[in-house]
């Protein structure tokens, strides 16, 4: 069959699909809903405003590392590259499903629906992380935009996980429909287990080696640290971005050899 | 003639059955695997075809035969669980009615979703977008969502997308019987100069006069497996004779005659002009109907003979009093007979020969023997026989009578 042969020129062949996905992603989102695309900024603003009434009015937490700058702040650098893990995984992870009838009655490389899913996510979350910056900035924290290139180089090594982690789960929700009901819960898990409301600091210490097992940890708290400190390329972050293009592979890999059987299942 | 456009061998598919979830976790380790023994049944086997460049096939077949199936493979959409195929050429297909297509995009953007699932760029459907819209000739209705298109207009959609791509192969899914008159002329009209213009087409259709008129050659897919491969017009009469006999089983109930010292056919059967034994007998041609009849007085019987199409449609009946034919007593209570019928003008089918043999007096019909024929013959005539006739210059003065 060559149209799932070939992988990298073939890709290319179909660049204006490519495009036409995400593009149907991001439209497909606000087309007829009234807000527009201010919805962009509501669901993280909404999780935002509940995590600083929680953490800062009931529970009153005081971080030490976090000096004069705001607990809003803290959390809000990286809450957004979290929800475009999250909800590009979801989405993602559902992007073949979703679009069944024309897997079932198209020939053409499947995996550029999960791709689309994914890249449209980290577009919008990207914008949305770059307002968020701004206003940040604007209401009197420091931060250090100077490091602002490397901190879109981990997104992109973030978004190079997201894509081979959604390919898996895509695939193996077209076989088995029960992935996408154990999805939601174990991302909310991940999402407590990874320092996004809190530091690796204020983990006790014979659990902080753990957080090398959770990638996400990594890239966020890099993120994060880059951008309230500053600071340069490190050798681990090599190792980081080997490691998302490994995941990356694997889940192309798994995605392209179960793709021919997909019209089986659908 | 260079490499073959299409070559399939032995190509079949599988669909796992799966009923419970340990079924499901079982087939999806086993496509891992890689291992061939998974539970599953059979929707298509042993298809086996080549098609070259400029040859057009059409595939026919019950609903649920596998006609889908086999063009699926050929799209691509489907990995084929057996088998060879080899598909040199690009692919434009229109496997079912707005397949590509969103509900929510206008039609002008659909052309463009449409055109990038078959490859193409952006720049390339934009130079093609005037020719595609005027194909397509839906007026206004080109920026509206085409959840609110009929499904004609959808047809019009999607095979004005296809004429544009102007593809090595292309596949069409009974996507035809949709449009209206004036549209399915203009993509028959687009097909055949396509095919002229040397592409391939493959459709499946119900229509056996598109099959006749568009493809050279026919696949009849019976039960998931080839039934007859072949001319379109060959593979279409048997189809078509298939039809009309499993439709007159349904009439035809238990009408066996009982038989016990009465007038009674002993034998039957078709010979041609050199009295050896025949089935076929080609259009224009002779045939011999002949046979034995059993007398219990020893008196000569009236025979009568019928010819009905193979669904039970009378065609022409006769007895042999009209004609004052008396059978030839050759035994002992046994006449023979034989009717010659010369200049055959049945259409090419398969027809039913029927044998009744009477009292002498013409007057009570005893028994009824068949035996069938095979009529032979190319014509895209229409109906059970051709009738005389030549065609004549048009009168001048009908133009007037018609001004008139």
Redesign the interface.
């Known amino acids: 069959m060559p149209v799932r042969d070939h992988f990298v020129t073939n890709l290319w062949h179909y660049r204006s699909l490519a495009l036409n996905f995400f593009q149907r992603e991001i439209s497909g989102r606000y087309v007829g809903s009234v807000s527009g695309l201010f919805w962009i900024l509501i669901h993280p603003l909404a999780l935002l405003g509940i995590y600083s009434v929680v953490f800062t009015t009931i529970f009153r937490v005081s971080l030490p590392e976090l000096g004069t700058g705001s607990f809003v702040a803290f959390v809000a650098l990286a809450l957004w590259p979290w929800l475009a893990f999250q909800e590009g995984v979801l989405r993602g992870a559902l992007a073949v499903q979703a679009n069944a009838g024309l897997v079932k009655k198209v020939a053409f490389p499947n995996e550029l629906l999960v791709h689309g899913a994914v890249c449209a996510t980290y577009a919008v979350h990207g914008v949305g992380f770059l307002a968020a910056l701004g206003v940040i900035a604007l209401t009197g924290n420091v931060l250090h935009f100077e490091a602002l290139p490397l901190v879109l180089l981990f997104l992109s090594i973030q978004l190079l996980f997201t894509l081979g982690l959604a390919l898996g789960i895509a695939a193996l929700q077209v076989l088995l429909k029960d992935v996408e009901h154990f999805l939601t819960p174990f991302l909310m898990i991940w999402f407590y287990a990874t320092p996004v409301l809190y530091s690796v600091a204020m983990l006790p210490e014979r659990l902080q080696p753990y957080m090398l097992f959770n990638p996400l940890a990594y890239s966020l708290g890099r993120i994060r640290g880059l951008l309230m400190h500053g600071g340069g390329f490190i050798l681990a972050d090599g190792a980081a971005l080997l490691g998302a293009v490994l995941v990356f592979v694997l889940g192309r890999w798994f995605f392209n050899r179960l793709a021919p059987h997909f019209e089986d299942f659908l | 003639m260079s490499t073959p456009l299409i070559r399939m061998q032995g190509v079949g598919k599988n669909?796992?059955s799966m009923n419970s979830?340990a079924s499901?976790?079982r087939?999806?380790a086993s496509?891992?695997l890689g291992s061939a023994n998974i539970p599953h049944y059979t929707a298509l086997q042993g298809v086996s075809l080549e098609l070259a460049r400029g040859e057009s096939l059409g595939l026919i077949g019950e609903n649920g035969a596998g006609k889908s199936t086999l063009l699926?493979i050929i799209?691509?959409?489907?990995?084929p669980s057996g088998g060879s195929?080899e598909?040199n050429g690009s692919?434009g297909?229109l496997?079912?009615l707005g397949?590509?297509f969103?509900p929510?995009y206008t039609g002008r953007e659909n052309i463009?979703?449409a055109a990038?699932?078959m490859?193409?760029?952006?720049n390339a459907?934009t130079e093609k977008l005037a020719s595609i819209i005027e194909f397509a000739d839906i007026g206004d209705h080109i920026d509206q969502p085409i959840k609110h298109y009929s499904s004609g207009m959808v047809v019009r959609l999607g095979f004005a997308v296809a004429t544009a791509m102007r593809p090595d192969i292309l596949i069409t899914d009974e996507v035809l019987a949709v449009g209206d008159e004036s549209f399915q002329k203009k993509c028959i009209r687009w097909i055949e100069d396509y095919l002229a213009g040397g592409g391939t087409l493959l459709l499946c259709s119900h229509s056996m006069f598109h099959i006749q008129t568009l493809c050279q050659k026919a696949l009849w897919i019976h039960e998931g497996r080839p039934r007859m491969l072949g001319n379109s017009f060959d593979v279409t009469r048997e189809y078509l004779t298939y039809h009309e006999e499993k439709n007159s089983q349904a009439v035809r109930g238990e009408q066996a005659t009982n038989s016990s010292g009465v007038y009674q056919i002993r034998s039957l059967w078709l010979e041609d002009d050199a009295g050896s034994p025949a089935a076929l007998a080609s259009m224009g041609g002779a045939l011999r109907i002949c046979g034995v009849v059993h007398s219990p007085d020893d008196r000569a019987p009236v025979i009568l003979f019928g010819i009905v199409r193979a669904d039970g449609t009378p065609v022409y009946g006769t007895h042999s009093n009209e004609t004052g034919y008396r059978p030839n007593r050759i035994a002992s209570s046994r006449f023979g007979f034989c009717a010659r019928l010369s200049g055959i003008q049945l259409l090419p089918g398969k027809y039913t020969i029927r044998a009744h043999a009477m009292d002498p007096e013409g007057l009570r019909l005893f028994d009824t023997v068949e035996t069938s024929v095979r009529i032979t013959g190319q014509t895209r005539d229409y109906g059970l026989c051709r009738l005389e006739h030549e065609w004549l210059p048009g009168r001048e003065e009908s133009n007037t009578m018609e001004e008139s």
Not at chain 2, 75 to 79: D, E, F, L, Q, S
């Open positions: 669909y796992p979830g499901r976790l087939t999806v496509l891992l699926k799209a691509g959409v489907v990995k195929l598909v692919i297909a496997l079912e397949s590509g969103h929510e463009f979703l990038a699932l490859g193409l760029s952006k459907i």
